[in-house]
C-alpha cells in the first residue's frame, strides 16, 4: 500500500520537507520513494505541489498522513471521501479554578487625597 507522507530534509533545527510517495511499510528516511509530489517549509509556509501526481496517487489509493492530509486541503486538492481528517482536540485544564485569568480581579486601593485627610 502507498503512502503520501513528509519526508525531512534541511539542516539541524531547520527542517524542510519533502512531500513523498512510498511504500507505507518503509521507513520515511529509508529513501526508496516511489515519487516526489511536491515539498513544504514550514518556516515560511511555503508549499510547492505537483497537484496532477497527487491526484493521481490519491486516485489509485495512497493514503495521506494527517498532516499531509491539512496541507493538501489547505491547497485546494480534493480528498477521496475515505481520507480521514484529523479530529480537534478539546482539551480542558485541570485545575480551572486556580487559573489567573479565573481568579477575582484585585480591586487597587485607592488612597485619600492629602488634603481631605487634614480637614
Same mark, same amino acid.
Given at each position: 500500500?502507498?503512502?503520501?507522507?513528509? &519526508?525531512?530534509? #534541511?539542516? +539541524?533545527?531547520?527542517?524542510? !520537507?519533502?512531500? @513523498? @510517495? &512510498?511504500?507505507? &511499510?518503509?521507513?520515511?528516511?529509508?529513501?526508496?520513494?516511489?515519487?516526489?509530489? #511536491?515539498? !513544504?517549509?514550514?518556516?515560511?509556509? *511555503?508549499?510547492?505541489?505537483? +497537484?496532477?501526481? @497527487?491526484?493521481? !496517487?490519491?486516485?489509485? #489509493?495512497?493514503?495521506?498522513? +494527517?498532516?499531509?492530509?491539512?496541507?493538501?486541503?489547505?491547497? #485546494?486538492?480534493?480528498?477521496?471521501?475515505?481520507? *480521514?481528517?484529523?479530529?480537534?482536540?478539546?482539551?480542558? $485544564? *485541570?485545575?480551572?479554578?486556580?487559573?489567573?485569568?479565573?481568579?477575582? *480581579?484585585?480591586?487597587? @486601593? /485607592? /488612597? $485619600?487625597? $492629602?488634603?481631605?485627610?487634614? $480637614?
Amino acid at each position: 500500500m502507498l503512502a503520501i507522507r513528509m &519526508q525531512r530534509n #534541511g539542516r +539541524t533545527h531547520f527542517p524542510v !520537507y519533502r512531500i @513523498v @510517495v &512510498q511504500e507505507s &511499510q518503509r521507513h520515511p528516511l529509508s529513501g526508496r520513494i516511489v515519487a516526489e509530489v #511536491g515539498n !513544504y517549509n514550514p518556516h515560511t509556509k *511555503k508549499t510547492v505541489l505537483d +497537484t496532477e501526481k @497527487v491526484e493521481f !496517487y490519491l486516485k489509485n #489509493g495512497a493514503q495521506p498522513s +494527517t498532516r499531509v492530509a491539512r496541507i493538501l486541503k489547505l491547497n #485546494g486538492v480534493k480528498l477521496p471521501a475515505w481520507v *480521514k481528517e484529523a479530529s480537534v482536540k478539546n482539551t480542558k $485544564a *485541570k485545575h480551572a479554578d486556580k487559573l489567573r485569568k479565573n481568579q477575582p *480581579k484585585e480591586e487597587p @486601593v /485607592e /488612597e $485619600a487625597p $492629602a488634603a481631605e485627610a487634614e $480637614a
